[in-house]
């Protein structure tokens, strides 16, 4: 049976009677799924289009969202929608994308010993690409964070220094970790909090 990894870290199975999209039993995200054509004339095609992706480029933000760009342009950063971050585009991810685009014209002829995958997935980081992305964390970590104002103390009541901090209104979702400076949510495989800048190292 065919699965897909959730951005969360979580494997599921795809059911043979599943829609387009799946939703996580750990987070609740919906993951979209990419069929592959069955055995066929064109699965020599099917292999060079899964190698190669649908035209885009993908890769992760530190903040743990999956991120992709048009393979066609060759941009050399993208912009992260939840946090802002520019996160430069991993030098594997072109390669893996150059390697299904050389591939196409071999597959095609030779369609016997191609196999049905089960759909492009996330161009891993090599020690180059981790590097990178450790100084743009670098950077960011360096940026003063913006001082936080204070909570206003409610009318009428007086303020003791034995009352209980005010409840933050961050509303929490299940599979999500705590940033322990600020306390906003952060995705599982976050590396970097989103809002203020503290390392978040990931728990074994």
């Known amino acids: 049976m065919a699965r897909v990894k959730c951005?969360?870290?979580?494997?599921?199975?795809?059911?043979?009677?599943?829609?387009?999209?799946?939703?996580?039993?750990?987070?609740g995200a919906k993951?979209?799924?990419?069929?592959?054509?069955?055995?066929?004339?064109?699965?020599?095609?099917?292999?060079?289009?899964?190698?190669?992706?649908?035209?885009?480029?993908?890769?992760?933000?530190?903040?743990?969202?999956?991120?992709?760009?048009?393979?066609?342009?060759?941009?050399?950063?993208?912009?992260?929608?939840?946090?802002?971050?520019i996160v430069p585009v991993p030098e594997s991810a072109y390669a893996a994308a150059g390697a299904g685009e050389a591939s196409r014209p071999s597959?095609?002829?030779?369609?016997?010993?191609?196999?049905?995958?089960?759909?492009?997935?996330t161009a891993d980081m090599d020690a180059h690409d981790l590097e990178q992305l450790e100084e743009w964390a670098r950077r960011f970590r360096e940026r003063p964070a913006a001082p936080r104002p204070?909570?206003?103390a409610a009318p009428g009541l007086p303020s003791s220094p034995l009352s209980p901090p005010p409840i933050s209104g961050v509303k929490m979702e299940a599979g999500l970790r705590v940033c322990s400076?600020?306390?906003?949510?952060?995705?599982?495989?976050?590396?970097?909090?989103?809002?203020?800048g503290e390392p978040a190292p990931r728990r074994s």
Do not use: N, W
């Not at 064109?42 to 890769?59: K, P, T, V």
């Open 181 to 196: 400076r600020c306390g906003k949510p952060l995705h599982m495989s976050a590396t970097v909090c989103r809002s203020c």
């Open 7 to 27: 951005r969360c870290g979580e494997v599921l199975e795809i059911p043979a009677d599943a829609s387009d999209r799946l939703k996580c039993d750990r987070c």
């Open 150 to 152: 204070a909570a206003a």
């Open 107 to 121: 597959s095609r002829g030779g369609g016997a010993g191609a196999s049905s995958p089960e759909g492009p997935r």
């Open 31 to 85: 993951i979209r799924i990419r069929r592959s054509p069955g055995p066929g004339p064109a699965a020599g095609d099917a292999a060079g289009d899964a190698a190669s992706g649908d035209g885009y480029i993908r890769f992760a933000c530190p903040c743990g969202r999956r991120l992709k760009v048009r393979a066609q342009d060759r941009p050399e950063a993208g912009k992260c929608p939840d946090c802002g971050r």
